[in-house]
């Protein structure tokens, strides 16, 4: 059974058509990079994965619970999916810490000493363990993406979302949170990850999809994605960002 | 102007004691009227916040109410016109107390509720995709950061509505402004009387607003600035 599965799902901003029929599915374990020009649609296509955006038309199953308008079909999803966010969108009035045992101890009903056992846990795992008491306004940039990243995988899901998650980053802070990414792939976590960095989409992607205009145009395997591009648009986007 | 007589009002006893009266009532009253709005107004913004059917529109209506009507007015209808109506008799600060207290909270229930809706929408989407309920997004995320962000609004808007309590001094309360105007009334020493008042309200304006700050910082503002 594929963890994400979207039929023909359309998805319009007023007058402006963001989604145009799309078809996507991605496998248990399975590493999937969407790229494609700004205003493409996707984020509108991961978004609509967790319930952050509604579609208005077409099917969406993820982990075997089909989204419907129903509250609680969200609710279900959400408890399996994990997002991370361009701007981090850490709570600025928590420390790192906090920000990752909210959750567990608010809607799980994990004791403190439990939550924070867990959250250490998961902070440790991207290496940011002894930063457990700041702030996110005391923390560099990639520091907090990971901080981030640490706060989505507390609640254990079983898939994760990335939304352009080194795009606001300093150059120098791209490649700790991308050797985060990289060592949850190594541990089978199954992955959706918007962004525009080809190295990282080469050495850990299943499934490279280039999106344009609301639609997916092509989707391939990176050596192919890469070596030998089909369609028009793709090779000139390819052509734009390797240059 | 005489300087050898100025101020000499101040010998008499009797007129220091009702202006050390009417601070501790202009005082007493606004510290009680701010702190019983304060509570008023988190439970009026909170029922906007909760959109609770029906009681949210009261809420909305009341606090547009409250900031579009003068204080005088509100004083008046509650000192006289209720009184009139339903036939009972409270003492005059009762009566202050309560016409303060009510037009405290709109101002601040303004305060209030656009910090709640001033929560990033970042902040929002992280929150929902954590499956954050929506009690505890307000309990956790948005009560704690509204009151830090919106805490020198509530305090400056605090300190404006303790100079407008002069008003009270028009139904009968014995209040700071209302000890200057009977003492002028008696000596008409008017220069000497209202820079007293002038000074009194400006040192107390400042000793309410250092104790906000001082407050502030050693309790709330504390886990945010270190
Ligand atoms: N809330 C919205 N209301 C109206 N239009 C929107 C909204 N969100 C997105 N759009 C439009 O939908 C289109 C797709 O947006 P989307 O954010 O999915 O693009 P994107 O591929 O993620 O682009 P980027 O690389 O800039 O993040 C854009 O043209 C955008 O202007
Ligand atoms: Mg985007």
């Given amino acids: ?231 028009p648009r793709t090779k000139k986007f390819l052509s734009k960002i390797l240059r | 102007m005489d300087n050898l007589r100025f101020f000499e009002i101040y010998r008499s006893s009797e007129y220091l004691g009702l202006l050390f009266d009417g601070i501790l009532i202009s005082a007493g009253l606004t510290i009680t009227a701010g702190l019983l709005g304060v509570v008023l107004a988190l439970v009026l913004a909170s029922v906007r916040y909760w959109q609770v059917p029906i009681v949210d529109r009261f809420a909305a209506a009341y606090v547009d109410f409250i900031r579009n009507t003068p204080l005088i007015v509100q004083l008046f209808f509650i000192a006289f016109g209720l009184p009139a109506a339903f036939g009972y008799t409270w003492p005059f600060w009762a009566h202050a107390l309560l016409a303060l207290t009510i037009n405290f909270s709109g101002y601040f229930a303004e305060i209030f509720r656009s910090g709640f809706a001033s929560i990033p929408v970042g902040q929002q989407e992280a929150a929902a995709a954590l499956n954050l309920s929506k009690k505890t997004i307000f309990r956790h995320i948005v009560l704690p950061q509204t009151v830090v962000t919106m805490f020198p609004s509530l305090s400056s808007q605090f300190i404006f509505l303790f100079l407008t309590t002069g008003l009270i001094s028009e139904i009968g309360v014995p209040d700071l402004t209302h000890a200057g105007v009977f003492i002028d009334s008696r000596t008409f020493r008017s220069f000497e009387v209202f820079i007293t008042l002038t000074i009194l309200y400006i040192v107390i304006s400042l000793m309410l607003k250092s104790t906000l700050q001082i407050w502030f910082r050693s309790t709330i503002g504390k886990r945010v600035s270190d």
């Fill in chain 1, 1 to 231: 059974m594929p963890i994400v599965s979207m039929k023909a799902v359309q998805k319009w901003y007023g007058d402006y058509h963001a989604l145009k029929d799309v078809d996507f599915s991605v496998e248990q374990g399975e590493r999937v990079v969407i790229c494609g020009p700004s205003g493409s649609g996707k984020s509108t296509l991961i978004r609509c994965i967790n319930g952050l955006e509604t579609c208005d038309a077409g099917s969406i199953v993820v982990n075997g619970i089909e989204l419907t308008q129903r509250a609680g079909s969200v609710a279900k999803i959400r408890s399996v999916v994990g997002m991370v966010f361009q701007q981090f969108n850490l709570f600025p009035h928590l420390s790192a810490l906090e920000n990752c045992t909210l959750a567990l101890t608010e809607e799980l009903g994990l004791t403190q000493s439990q939550a924070d056992e867990k959250a250490m846990q998961y902070l440790s795992r991207v290496r940011i363990a002894d930063q457990a008491a700041k702030r996110p306004a005391q923390l560099s940039g990639g520091q907090q993406q990971r901080v981030a990243i640490a706060r989505a995988l507390c609640l254990e899901p079983e898939l994760m979302l990335f939304d352009e998650p080194t795009s606001a980053l300093d150059p120098e802070m791209i490649s700790e949170v991308l050797e985060t990414m990289v060592s949850l792939a190594e541990d089978g976590m199954s992955m959706i990850c918007v962004t525009h960095e080809l190295g990282f989409a080469r050495e850990v992607a299943h499934r490279i999809i280039f999106m344009d205009e609301g639609a997916l145009v092509e989707a391939r395997d990176p050596i192919g994605f890469f070596e030998r591009p089909e369609n």
